[in-house]
């Protein structure tokens, strides 16, 4: 059966709102601009069966951008990691749900939230899988904000020496960082040939559309690694967050709140 | 007496190990040579990773290979792997609680010359405070040999620090040791003497000074610094008058300030620490073992004054 991942996507937003709402917590701006990349990769690109086994040959999933946990959180719970009732103890006393993905949590192969810290990982696992398991591909969730981290670039020229052709790097182009736009804060472009000149083969996605993503992380090229420049919009699916980046961080007043719920829900019945 | 670096002890072991056992494999960062890795790597390039020259991407990178079942060892200068990478260390390898083994080498004042840039006087401090690191500095080839065959065998995170220099052995071929615990490298009943790293051999010379000189010293080779074997403190002040720390680290939160901790609960004893300062003057790394008090004759001095004030 051909799922709507648009719908489903929607749906994972209405989650991650309520979260982000009650528990006055979360990065809703880059929750909802990942979220057609995360909806891609659990629904449509990995098998899914295969790390609930925690196969050695599964796929790797890492959220290098760790802040935007909440969304990660709802695709988990969706796809039976945990319970979704669990969603609801988002970064309550005593909870594994923190604001960054911690390692306790059924599914999540490594703890993130300190920003530079997921390629490196997903450049170690990428090489450990190669000969072994060369079916088995590393994805890593990216913001474009954390490109300034030098550690990333560091992980860019390795992932080229080795010819890790079972990497994918996925880079939410939202264009915004909690302090306003990346080519403000630090200039990215033109990233596309910086990404080419480091050894990989690139692909332009508009980030917003999970088929599109799906069909983006499932390109190989023999001997290089991928990375996709997921071309976003920050606070994805409504007009009150959209393209704004005090809703990095930001959370919703009760009447934003109810005015993002009305959005979402809209685009869920027109999905 | 033999004469062998604890890194070529380390890196001679891990390939022995590694040619039996395809899951262990090495990373380097541009310091093959250094660490005295480049047998390994013409010998079994599949089981090794050069990273280049960053640390980062280094320790990361093993984190997510252990992640893969491999049974990993970063290598490279300590002067970089403690500093560079520390927020990898603390979040990839500790709070993940990943099958890595950290192995610095030519840790402390080894580099000499080559001045503060490369000196490593913090990493027992800034490794102590991270959760989930177990951390040990062998004190010569014997303990080094046994410490990386334990390594291999043991599962989560450990810090090991050596130095670059050819050591004399302080022990003979084949010696035990338990992990967490002291060893006690002589037994005494006047004063103790406890060392880590490449000062346990200056502390059991200032051992057979102090007893030419009446006086009866227990030396304990604290080579496990975290854990530390907390039980073997609580006894050196119960059974002797006064502890003398020594090691090749700053005083400010290292293998002193650890035995302090546990003594100071007891309060039976004084401890007094002989160390680094903040910043070191440049020389040899037996200059300045000698301009700074690591040698046996300022460590029997140190001891007997302590216990006869």
Not at chain 1, 74 to 94: Q, S, Y
Request: proline fraction near 4%.
């Amino acid at each position: 059966m051909e799922l709507n991942l648009r719908k489903i996507a929607f749906q994972r937003r209405l989650e991650v709102l309520d979260m982000v709402y009650n528990h006055k917590s979360g990065h809703i701006g880059g929750s909802m601009s990942c979220m057609d990349t995360l909806v891609a990769l659990y629904y449509k690109v990995m098998d899914v069966d295969k790390i609930h086994r925690g196969d050695p040959d599964r796929d790797r999933f890492i959220l290098s951008k760790g802040h935007c946990a909440e969304a990660y959180y709802t695709v988990l719970a969706d796809k039976g990691f945990f319970p979704k009732e669990e969603l609801d103890t988002f970064t309550v006393f005593k909870t594994h749900l923190a604001e960054h993905p911690t390692y306790k949590i059924p599914g999540v192969e490594v703890a993130t939230g300190a920003l530079g810290h997921g390629l490196p990982i997903g450049v170690g696992m990428a090489i450990g899988l190669k000969k072994q398991y060369p079916n088995a591909s590393v994805y890593v969730l990216m913001g474009d904000g954390e490109q300034a981290e030098g550690s990333i670039w560091e992980a860019y020229m390795a992932a080229a020496k080795y010819k890790l052709d079972n990497l994918v790097c996925i880079i939410d182009r939202n264009k915004l960082q909690i302090s306003g736009g990346t080519e403000e804060v630090m200039p990215l472009e033109n990233f596309e040939d910086k990404l080419e000149a480091f050894g990989f083969h690139v692909i332009k996605c508009p980030g917003n559309d999970g088929e599109a993503m799906a069909e983006a992380l499932t390109t190989r090229v023999p001997g290089k690694p991928l990375a996709i420049i997921a071309e976003t919009i920050k606070g994805y699916g409504s007009p009150v967050m959209e393209d704004k980046a005090p809703w990095h961080h930001a959370i919703p007043t009760a009447e934003q709140y109810e005015e993002i719920k009305r959005d979402l829900m809209k685009a869920v019945e027109e999905a | 007496m033999a004469m062998v670096s604890c890194r070529k002890a380390f890196t001679s072991t891990l390939l022995e190990m590694a040619k039996k056992d395809s899951s262990i494999w090495a990373i380097a960062t541009d310091s093959r040579g250094s660490v005295t890795l480049s047998d390994f790597t013409k010998e079994l390039p599949d089981q090794f990773v050069e990273c280049g020259i960053a640390e980062q991407n280094a320790v990361g990178l093993a984190a997510g290979l252990s992640k893969t079942g491999k049974n990993v060892f970063v290598t490279g200068p300590a002067c970089f792997l403690a500093a560079r990478a520390y927020e990898q260390v603390k979040v990839d390898v500790g709070y993940n609680k990943t099958n890595v083994k950290i192995v610095g080498v030519s840790a402390g004042v080894s580099y000499g010359p080559l001045g503060c840039t490369h000196t490593t006087m913090h990493d027992y401090a800034s490794m102590r405070a991270l959760p989930g690191l177990t951390i040990a500095a062998p004190s010569d080839a014997v303990q080094t040999r046994w410490l990386t065959k334990l390594m291999a065998e043991t599962p989560g995170p450990f810090y090991v620090r050596m130095g670059r220099g050819d050591v004399e052995s302080v022990y003979d071929e084949g010696e035990t040791f338990e992990l967490g615990k002291a060893k006690t490298v002589c037994d005494g009943t006047d004063v103790t003497i406890i060392a880590c790293g490449e000062t346990v051999i200056h502390a059991k010379r200032a051992a057979e000074l102090l007893s030419e000189q009446g006086v009866s010293a227990r030396v304990l080779d604290m080579f496990t610094i975290k854990p530390l074997d907390a039980e073997a403190v609580k006894a050196a002040c119960m059974e002797t008058r006064g502890i003398v720390t020594v090691e090749e680290h700053s005083t400010l939160g290292g293998l002193g300030e650890a035995v302090a901790h546990v003594a100071a609960e007891l309060a039976h004893v004084p401890v007094k620490m002989i160390g680094l300062p903040e910043e070191v003057i440049i020389g040899k790394s037996s200059e300045l073992f000698e301009y700074y008090g690591i040698s046996a004759d300022n460590i029997a001095a140190t001891a007997k004054n302590l216990i006869v004030r």
